[in-house]
């Protein structure tokens, strides 16, 4: 299964490069028979101009021999006629040209279509577009970017940062070597246990230093629909699991298998060690904060109850 599932983008990008590759030798093959029309037109032009002036400059003697010669006068074709069929010829040429080019740019379209669907349709298919409200239309907003201009957050920050703030509690069970919901009371807890009680409120420093003192687990997928979501514990699906085998390999830690709970215990603990990023923090900070200077308890209950998907599009919106 590991080799199909390396082997399959390279088939498919070998695919793609050799449409691609096959369009652009039919668009340079059109290009060269257009430049040897214009070429031959050109040539043309310069014989019916060089026998125009010979002829002028020999009106007078020619006048009696191509009166006895009415043979040429016959088939000497026209100028007019003639530049009409050259210039024929270079309209079909063009046409033609643009005829290739269209196709071409056909399908490249319909490539990127077919990659732009495979790219959302594990997450939007198996139900981001039945999330909260809110969720939904920043996925939405994320999906229609560039990933360039959508944020400069990486996954792996956002991960770092959920799988500290959530715990195992998962749509009535509880996950094993894994988070999967954020519970705004445990949350509040560790948040602000030290806070004044006056204000009960925290910096955005304060929010970094308490997030990177909380256990990490690498958090699970939700499955399906907003009423499959049960079955995500069942199922054991790790979200973003290519990020996870990476950050695996970073760690120097080999080729892991998720489903093995002692190496999924080994990954937490070894990427418990890196804290969370300062821009996940402001991204976070920028969704809670209502005046941009602290973050209050009443603030962590939009978090309530968020799982991987609708986080990650919560901060990757800011």
């Known amino acids: 299964r590991r080799v199909r599932e390396e082997e399959g983008p390279l088939l498919r990008r070998r695919r793609r490069l050799g449409r691609a590759s096959g369009c652009a030798e039919v668009a340079m093959m059109f290009k060269a028979a257009a430049v040897i ?170 929010l970094k230093n308490r997030v990177n003192e909380m256990a990490f687990e690498w958090p699970l997928k939700p499955y399906g629909t907003e009423d499959q979501r049960a079955k995500t514990v069942t199922l054991n699906k790790p979200a973003e699991l290519s990020e996870w085998k990476t950050q695996a390999k970073r760690k120097n830690l080999g080729d892991l298998f998720y489903l093995n709970g002692s190496d999924r215990d080994r990954v937490n603990a070894a990427l418990a060690k890196d804290p969370v990023s300062d821009q996940a923090i402001d991204n976070l900070f920028k969704a809670l904060s209502k005046d941009g200077k602290s973050v209050g308890k009443e603030d962590i209950a939009l978090l309530s109850g968020m799982d991987w998907f609708e986080f990650s599009s919560l901060i990757f919106n800011q």
């Open 37 to 206: 029309a214009a070429v031959s037109s050109a040539f043309i032009l310069l014989l019916l101009l060089l026998g125009a002036s010979s002829s002028s400059s020999s009106s007078s003697s020619s006048s009696s021999s191509s009166s006895s010669s009415p043979f040429l006068q016959a088939t000497a074709p026209p100028k007019t006629t003639t530049k009409i069929i050259v210039q024929q010829q270079q309209q079909q040429h063009q046409h033609e040209h643009h005829v290739v080019g269209a196709h071409c740019a056909k399908d490249t379209f319909q490539q990127q279509r077919r990659r732009l669907v495979k790219s959302r349709g594990r997450r939007n298919a198996m139900g981001a577009g039945l999330m909260f409200p809110i969720a939904a239309a920043a996925a939405a907003s994320i999906d229609a970017q560039p990933a360039s201009a959508a944020s400069s957050v990486e996954v792996f920050d956002v991960v770092n940062l959920f799988g500290r703030m959530a715990n195992p509690t998962c749509f009535g069970s509880i996950a094993k070597h894994a988070s999967c919901q954020i519970d705004t009371k445990s949350l509040g807890v560790q948040l602000f246990s030290d806070a004044a009680s006056s204000s009960s409120a925290i910096s955005k420093e304060d």
